[in-house]
């Protein structure tokens, strides 16, 4: 079966600092792959697609990138960390078919201070 | 610009007392609805995907229906356990990504 990975689940970061949350699914190929945030108070924010290897799209201009080295493997990334990049981060894959459904990681809560 | 607004934004409910979360959409053409389910700390689980008006899914005491304008999540007889923030989404038709509402937290009282 299918499964998603994502870590670390908790992160204190100092602003100005670098990020890199990494995230990998186990038991499919080729999967679409996605990084939403979720600020308090708010729903969820698509950051960055990506349908295969080397390929991202952006949703948002912001402080953040993100890059597909691997099949499996998505990275979210920052140089420089700013306190507005505070948030839970989720990873998530979508499945193909005419069944489709989107299966989400456990996140990962960034402070930044 | 597709929306999504759920309503309402908190809802509290005695064990047993039955009620209805409401997904109100716009979008150019959907390609399909979805509900999740998500504990703090956690991500969201998949519940339900809906495709056309009329439609109706169910799992355990849930139950979702779907309009040509919104969905409804029908909760019967809930149990504390039921408590949890529930997402409502949508795919528009030619994109592979979901636009979210800001969801409703419930909390079911023993």
């Known amino acids: 079966s299918q499964t998603i990975h994502q870590w670390p689940a908790t992160l204190v970061q100092p602003v100005g600092s670098p990020l890199s949350l990494e995230c990998t699914v186990e038991?499919?190929?080729?999967?679409?792959l996605y990084w939403y945030r979720q600020a308090a108070g708010r729903g969820l924010q698509l950051l960055f697609y990506s349908v295969g290897i080397g390929q991202i799209s952006s949703e948002v201009p912001q402080n953040l990138s993100a890059s597909r080295p691997q099949d499996r493997q998505f990275i979210l990334s920052s140089k420089k960390l700013l306190l507005s990049d505070s948030g839970f981060y989720l990873c998530a894959w979508r499945t193909s078919g005419a069944d489709e459904k989107l299966f989400f990681g456990s996140g990962t809560q960034l402070s930044v201070l | 610009e597709d929306q999504v607004t759920q309503s309402p934004e908190a809802l509290r409910l005695q064990e047993g007392e039955s009620s209805s979360l409401n997904c109100s959409y716009t979008v150019s053409g959907l390609r399909g609805l979805f509900w999740y389910r998500q504990d703090p700390g956690k991500g969201p689980e998949f519940l339900f995907t809906l495709y056309s008006a009329g439609e109706e899914k169910e799992k355990e005491r849930l139950k979702a229906t779907l309009t040509k304008k919104e969905s409804f999540l029908h909760i019967t007889a809930p149990k504390p356990e039921d408590s949890a923030t529930y997402l409502c989404a949508v795919q528009p038709s030619g994109y592979s990504t979901l636009t979210f509402g800001k969801g409703t937290m419930l909390l079911v009282s023993p």
């Open positions: 038991g499919t190929s080729n999967p679409n």
